[in-house]
């Protein structure tokens, strides 16, 4: 039977890791720190394969789906009668396997950075970060209401916000958290607004009961939503606000466009920690979040849902498109994640509700399954480079399959995965999504295949500018200076770090054999579903060009036919650098605009109005005033003139409104 | 006349006796006792806490003491929330009183300890009057009370030009705003006939007298909450009083001021619902953004939290705006909330003042360097004023925001929401320069040690930040009571 007790460990010990760093962490000698958080961490993993595994062999309910269970709830508020906000811990299918993944990366990640953070200042601080951040994933995860859904989200959003900021000395590490922070916390607000609003109406912040009512919309259910439908506003209803809102901030956490800036800036931050939360974990939140409300968005607002897939196909077309002409390997890493993200919400988007018509949903969190592992995969290969090579830019790379022949198999791996080969894990849950594009409107199956072998180009790009072509350390003038910095030959990483990108380059080899559609479909109904050939062939066949033309033009070096070409002055290319110039308009509106548009109109206000009033006829009677008054009391009289004027207005505004 | 009405006023007959006790001992105590005239003064008004909140338990225990509680013929007339609302008071009352020990151990401050804190005693009196009044002469009395006193408070420091500067502007302005008031309350007897706010609630009639009447009186109030456009003197106030002083204006005399806003205009003009909720719609919507855009570009710490603590009164007077239990109940848990969040910034500030003498904020460069303990404290208390979850201030701001939702007013709450970016971004400015730029050198503030009482109350007030929100009896206690009525 069910056992509360492990259940509870999971999210529990990495609280736990971090008070107990965060209180003796200072106190620990040498990697002591490191190591008591990867063990809790284990266990917290083991427990959270326990828990998956006793609730997948529960058996199914008389009408085939799996019961979620609901262990330690705890009420904690009590609003009306209907709306409590409860704390718990909500276990189902979604949740367990939300779980597997979180703790699996954790745990890689924790025994990888013993290694690569080694002998940096503040080693037990990481750690204890890295704990507080598992354990507010984890609870965002299993919460039962949106309501714990929020809090835990805001506590994700702090501690990765510590986590970027980790190196605060350096001042881009420093901006990038705090740009991070606060368009996440923007999307956050629509977030608050949104849950508001779905609350107000239907009087309850449960998962269950919202997205059980909207399974039953005939029923009982209807009636639970019938006011938050009736209700409009701008012409749209209540509940369409809503859960557009909501998604709002899934697309902040999710870093979709328009509000995907923060996530190439936020790669300041040490590279285990890009691998686990901006690769595997937070980031997907917001795909996690739609999933968990898909019955009410599939039933009840399918507009809203149409919506999602535009904004996501846009988003994955545009980070593909940035991401085949940066410079910086994690920065294509992160346009990569974004793509990549952009491919799950669009199989949410264009998935429908039960059956046959649910694929999306089941191939949207296969693919967040696979590419978790993937992505952190592709991650800390990057980081054991960078380790070595002391150096972000492609150009300070090429040739490395030599000094570091295991993290070239393993990255290797990552990108075969990623582009969609068989038989590594992205091709099947990558398939799964086509098939679904392809269902929902031809082009839409078009333009995500075409992605996909864009994919393969970007990420078989960087795979040869790092691993092929001359070594630029090679030449005379590099070697000195490398002398120079103290640095030495690049070579390979120790067993801390490779024995993880071992064990997740075989998790993407073989987590595509999963039966995903038996454990989780969009009406919980276990459903199969068969690899479609066709749409498998033009993928696989997409791809295969994309890595040809990523082969032939920098296998061995980049060619000077195509570096001639990128030189060129090409709007489009220059564009493309420069990320479409969304992150200069952003720079724009907020510094431009907002910061010095109104504090220069309120400088004047202050100086002119305010000041001016005073002392009305200039600087002159300003000085004798000030000589002759030890009090200014004229100012006391402006004060008393403007209170007054307000009064006025406000009687004003009362009687004729 | 029938003395033993005066029994029913359980809070005030207990606070006056703290005074008269405090009066007393200041006289006659010998030169070595006078020493310990902080300490004397916190156990006094220690004693009145405990009393208070056993009478308040004892009241809520038992049903029939429950309910309004009047003498005088419904001139005092005290519901059973304002009792609660005293309780409150007289906790961040407390930690003011604990955190102005060491300013008042100070050489010149010795020989007045005394008068500052029978000062303090009179305006929470005042306080008092205003929250159980069921008199409109009353509240005045009470108002002035606690208006008068807060003046000599503010010119504390007399010899320096800064605070009498201060302490004038303050009795000028607020005389002035007491006079709006006066004249609004006769413009509303000449139409009603009456003062009572029950026989008020029964003469109105929706005419231009009586509405402007209406707003005029309530100016006082606004003025007291520092809300924009009656702002102006916060400023310079907050800036020239001593820091206790400017923690108590700032905390104490606000929250007084919304609560008792809330009280008359439910109690006596709840049929004006519209009109009131039209202006307070404006001056919420002014004071939290010009409160906001002022903070930005403030370089002084007093300065900026008074401007932070304007836009903070905006979304206070949200709770008065709803109109509705879930409003008031919001309202005091926010207040509550506020106290321990601001009285523990202050702490911080004033600290900081006392061993530095500096209240710029580049003083704070580097702080973390040199006070690890303090810029944490700091940072906690401003998240919690931000609104970060898990802190207090998070909660909050959200029972605030769910009352206002329920309200309807949504243009106004994504209005407010959007103000919460704002000042999160200013709050972070701080947080920013202890913790992240470098310190000059020599350190602005050195390595210092704090004394035991402000560093209890910072103690206190931390636990509190971490833990109201997490603890939800106390938000249930002040529902179940504001439903009491």
Redesign the interface.
């Known amino acids: 039977m069910f056992n509360s007790c492990y259940t509870a460990l999971v999210p529990l010990l990495p609280l736990f890791s971090f008070i107990l760093l965060i209180a003796f962490g200072l106190r620990l000698p040498g990697k002591w720190a490191g190591y008591i958080g990867s063990v809790l961490t284990g266990i917290a993993a083991v427990a959270a394969y326990y828990t998956a595994w006793t609730y997948f062999s529960l058996p199914l309910d008389a009408d085939g789906t799996r019961p979620a269970v609901e262990i330690l709830s705890w009420e ?4 009306t009668p209907l709306l409590a906000i409860r704390l718990g811990i909500y276990v189902d299918a979604l949740s367990a396997m939300m779980w597997v993944v979180i703790t699996t990366v954790s745990l890689m990640v924790h025994i990888y950075s013993l290694g690569y953070m080694a002998g940096e200042k503040g080693f037990a601080r990481y750690f204890a970060f890295l704990g507080l951040f598992s354990f507010s994933m984890l609870g965002l995860v299993v919460a039962p209401n949106i309501f714990q859904t ?2 835990f989200w ?2 994700v959003g ?1 501690s990765s916000y510590l986590l970027i900021g980790f190196y ?1 000395t350096k001042p881009e590490a ?1 901006s990038a958290s ?1 740009k991070a ?2 368009v996440t ?2 999307a956050d ?1 629509g977030f ?2 949104g849950i ?2 779905l609350s ?1 109406f239907t009087g309850t912040f449960d998962f269950q009961t919202i997205c059980g009512s909207a399974q039953d919309a005939a029923g009982v259910g209807g009636a639970l939503f019938a006011p938050a439908l009736q209700a409009s ?1 701008l012409g749209l209803s209540a509940l369409s606000w809503a859960m557009l809102l909501i998604f709002m901030g899934c697309a902040g956490k999710s870093a979709l466009f328009p509000l995907h800036i923060w996530l190439p800036d936020a790669m300041e931050g040490p590279t285990p920690v890009s691998a686990l939360i901006h690769a595997a974990t937070m980031v997907v939140a917001g795909v996690f979040l739609v999933a968990r409300l898909f019955p009410v968005y599939a039933l009840m607002t399918p507009g809203v849902l149409e919506v999602i897939a535009y904004v996501a196909a846009f988003t994955s077309l545009y980070a593909a498109v940035v991401a085949c002409v940066q410079t910086d390997i994690k920065r294509v890493l992160a346009f990569s994640t974004i793509s990549q993200i952009g491919f799950m919400m669009v199989a949410l988007g264009v998935s429908g509700y039960g059956g046959h018509a649910g694929e999306g949903y089941t191939a949207s969190l296969f693919h967040l399954f696979t590419h978790a592992f993937f992505k952190a995969l592709l991650f800390l290969c990057a980081g054991a480079i960078i380790h070595t090579v002391h150096s972000n830019e492609m150009k300070a790379m090429g040739g490395l399959r030599r000094y570091m022949p295991v993290t070239h198999l393993c990255f290797l791996v990552g990108c075969l995965a990623i582009a969609g080969i068989p038989p590594f894990s992205g091709f099947f849950s990558k398939d799964g999504i086509l098939a679904a594009s392809f269902a929902f409107h031809p082009c839409m199956g078009i333009l995500m295949t075409a992605i996909a072998g864009l994919t393969a180009f970007y990420m078989f790009r960087l795979y040869c500018r790092i691993f092929h072509g001359p070594y630029s350390g090679d030449t005379a003038a590099a070697q000195a200076e490398h002398a120079e910095a103290g640095h030495h030959t690049p070579h390979e990483a120790p067993a801390v770090m490779t024995a993880p990108l071992v064990f997740l380059a075989v998790l993407s080899l073989l987590t595509g054999f999963i039966p995903f559609g038996d454990f989780l479909s969009s009406d919980g109904l276990p459903h199969a579903f068969p690899l479609q050939t066709a749409v498998a062939v033009c993928s696989v066949l997409t791809a295969l060009v994309g890595i040809g033309i990523a082969l032939y033009a920098y296998g061995r070096g980049p060619r000077p036919a195509f570096q001639r070409m990128a030189d060129q002055p090409n709007a489009f290319l220059r564009a493309a650098k420069n990320r479409f110039y969304i992150d200069r308009f952003y720079l724009f509106i907020t510094h431009r605009i907002i910061f010095q548009g ?2 220069t109109a ?2 004047w206000f202050d100086r002119h109005v ?1 000041d001016g009033v005073v002392f009305g006829s200039g600087k002159l009677t300003e000085k004798i005033a000030r000589k002759i008054r ?4 004229g ?2 009289q ?3 003139l ?6 006025l207005c ?2 004003g ?3 004729y ?1 | 006349m029938d003395f033993s009405q005066f029994l029913a006023l359980h809070e005030e007959i207990s606070l006056v006796a703290a005074l008269v006790l405090l009066l007393v001992y200041d006289l006659f105590a010998p030169e070595k006792g006078r020493r310990h005239i902080p300490l004397v003064a916190c156990l006094l008004l220690l004693a009145h806490t405990v009393f208070c909140a056993c009478d308040f338990a004892a009241s809520t225990g038992c049903p029939a003491a429950a309910g309004s509680r009047t003498a005088f013929a419904g001139m005092y007339d005290a519901s059973q929330a304002a009792l609660l609302f005293k309780n409150i008071l007289n906790i961040g009352v407390l930690l003011v009183c604990l955190q102005a020990c060491p300013f008042l151990r100070r050489e010149d401050n010795g020989i007045k300890a005394g008068e500052f804190y029978f000062l303090l005693f009179s305006t929470l009196l005042g306080m008092y009057l205003m929250l159980s009044a069921g008199h409109f002469l009353l509240f005045f009395i009470g108002m002035e009370t606690a208006s008068i006193p807060m003046a000599s408070l503010v010119a504390f420091d007399k010899h320096k ?1 800064q605070s ?2 201060a302490g ?2 303050f009795i ?2 607020s005389a ?2 007491s006079g ?1 008031s006066f004249f609004g309350l006769s413009l509303i007897y000449g139409g009603t006939g009456s003062l009572y706010f029950a026989d008020i609630q029964s003469g109105l009639t929706a005419t ?1 007298l009586l ?2 009447g ?3 009186l309530c ?1 006082g109030l606004f ?1 007291k909450i520092s809300l924009v ?2 702002h ?2 916060a400023a ?1 106030v907050y800036e020239g009083a001593p820091t206790p002083v400017t923690t108590y204006l700032s905390v104490i005399s606000k929250g007084a001021g919304v609560f008792a806003l809330c009280l008359i205009l439910t109690r006596a003009f709840p049929l004006f619902i519209e ?2 909720q ?2 307070l719609y ?2 919420i919507l002014l004071s939290i953004t010009v409160g906001n ?2 903070a ?2 403030q370089k002084n710490m007093k300065r900026f939290l008074a401007f932070s603590s304007i836009s903070q009164a905006g979304y206070i007077v949200l709770g008065v705006f709803a109109a509705s239990p ?1 409003g008031l109940t919001a309202l005091m848990y926010y207040i509550f909330v506020y106290i321990l969040s601001n009285v523990a910034a202050f702490g911080v500030v004033q600290l900081v003042e006392q061993h530095a003498g500096r209240t710029d904020m580049a003083a704070y460069n580097g702080l973390y360097k040199t006070n690890p303990k303090l810029s944490v404290i700091l940072m906690f208390a401003l998240f919690s004023l931000a609104g ?3 802190f207090a201030g ?1 909660f909050s701001k ?1 029972f605030i ?2 009352a206002t ?2 309200s309807g007013a ?1 243009v106004l ?2 209005i407010a ?2 103000n ?2 704002i000042s ?2 200013y709050y ?1 400015l701080v947080v ?1 320069a202890m ?2 730029l470098p310190p000059a050198e020599p350190a602005d503030v050195p390595a210092f040690k704090s004394e035991a009482a402000p560093k209890f109350v910072l103690v206190v007030c931390t636990a509190g930040i971490l833990l109201a929100g997490l603890v ?1 009896c106390l ?2 206690l002040i529902d179940r009571t504001v439903l009491l009525g």
């Open positions: 904690w508020l009590r609003f929020y809090i805001e506590l702090v605060y420093v705090k922070f606060i916390r923007f607000l608050l607004i508001l609003i107000y506003f109104i504090s309120l400088a305010i030890i009090i200014q009391s100012q006391l402006t004060y008393a403007i209170l007054l004027l307000g009064v406000l009687i505004l009362v009687l409104l | 030009t009498a500067e004038a502007k000028l302005s002035f705003a709006l231009p509405l402007g209406m707003v005029l100016s003025f456009p009656y102006l003197w310079d009109a009131w039209t202006a404006v001056l855009l002022f930005l570009r879930a970060i979850p898990p998070f959200f925001f769910a939702a329920e949504y709450l994504l929401l959007l919460t970016v999160l971004y972070l920013k913790f992240i939800s938000y249930a």
